[in-house]
Structures are given as structure tokens and as C-alpha cells.
């Protein structure tokens, strides 16, 4: 069993997140690898860096990042002035998956939104991906809504 750590990420682990967004077929088509860096991803890092409402997260098994999510702490007048916690870009290394990781990784996302004080917790996954659907109903989660995107 491996002994994974949930933190926020460092800028010096930002070429292992982009890493792990490219290695999906998705993910592939709308992300690049390249040294160094594209300056675009640093920008984004740094962004959500300093906004307090945006955590970006690793997993880390020793010293390598083996999976990553984003939490946007949303607010909200609905609901009564409820707080939304937003999952996205969510990412387990292929040689981690189906180990229980990315479950870990959920449970802990789902702990801290708790303890910002979000109602609930939500997320957009692509209807491409009925691996990820499957998963993401076994953690709970319901399809209740149909999502809407516009590529700008």
C-alpha cells in the first residue's frame, strides 16, 4: 500500500499536473507538455494561487505528483447563500487507477469543502467519459442537472 499525501501544489509541481492533464484522450486534444513550460499554465497557477477561493491539489506518493484536482469555493445567494465547492480537473497517474486512490483523493476534497463551509459539492465531467460517471455515482455524486459549455 502506498503511503499518498493530499496537498496544496507548488509552483514546481506544475509540469507533473499538466503532465498528468495530457495523459487522457480528452486531455491530450487541449493540453501541452513542452520545456519550458508554457507561460499560460504558470499564469493560471499563479492566479489561482493567489485567490483565495481556488485550491489546486496533489497527491503525492513519495516524491511524485500522482494525481491532482481543483476546488473552486463558490458563493452563492441560491440555496439560501450557500457555498459551492467545484471539482474539476480531476487526474489519477494510469499506473494509480482503480487502487482506490482517486476515491481517497475525493473524500479528502469533499472533507475540506465541508470545512469551508460548502452545502454542496459539485462537479462537470464530459459525456465522453463513462469510467469517470460510473466512479463519480459510486462516491454519491447524482447526475441531476444538464450542463452547458461555450468555447470562447
Same mark, same amino acid.
Given at each position: 500500500?502506498?503511503?499518498?499525501? =493530499?496537498?496544496? *501544489? ?7 499536473? %499538466?503532465?498528468?492533464? %495530457? ?16 507561460e499560460?499554465?504558470? *499564469?493560471? =497557477? ?5 485567490? &483565495?477561493?481556488? &485550491? ?8 511524485? %505528483?500522482i494525481g491532482?484536482l481543483?476546488?473552486? =469555493?463558490?458563493p ?14 480531476? &487526474? ?6 482503480s ?8 473524500e ?17 465531467t464530459?459525456?465522453? &467519459? ?23
Amino acid at each position: 500500500m502506498h503511503h499518498i499525501i =493530499f496537498r496544496t *501544489a507548488l509552483l514546481e509541481d506544475l509540469p507533473a499536473i %499538466v503532465a498528468l492533464l %495530457v495523459d487522457d484522450e480528452l486531455g491530450s486534444q487541449r493540453e501541452t507538455v513542452s520545456s519550458p513550460l508554457d507561460e499560460r499554465y504558470v *499564469a493560471a =497557477f499563479k492566479a489561482i494561487e493567489a485567490d &483565495r477561493n481556488q &485550491r489546486l491539489v496533489v497527491a503525492i506518493d513519495g516524491e511524485a %505528483v500522482i494525481g491532482t484536482l481543483q476546488i473552486s =469555493f463558490i458563493p452563492g445567494v441560491a440555496r439560501r447563500g450557500a457555498w459551492r465547492g467545484q471539482i474539476e480537473a480531476v &487526474r489519477i497517474a494510469a499506473p494509480f487507477r482503480s487502487t482506490g486512490i482517486g476515491q481517497q483523493l475525493f473524500e479528502w476534497a469533499i472533507s475540506e469543502c465541508r470545512l469551508r463551509g460548502c452545502k454542496l459539492v459539485q462537479l462537470t465531467t464530459d459525456k465522453a &467519459r463513462p469510467d469517470a460517471h460510473r466512479f463519480y455515482e459510486k462516491l454519491g455524486f447524482v447526475a441531476s442537472h444538464e450542463g452547458y459549455k461555450l468555447i470562447l
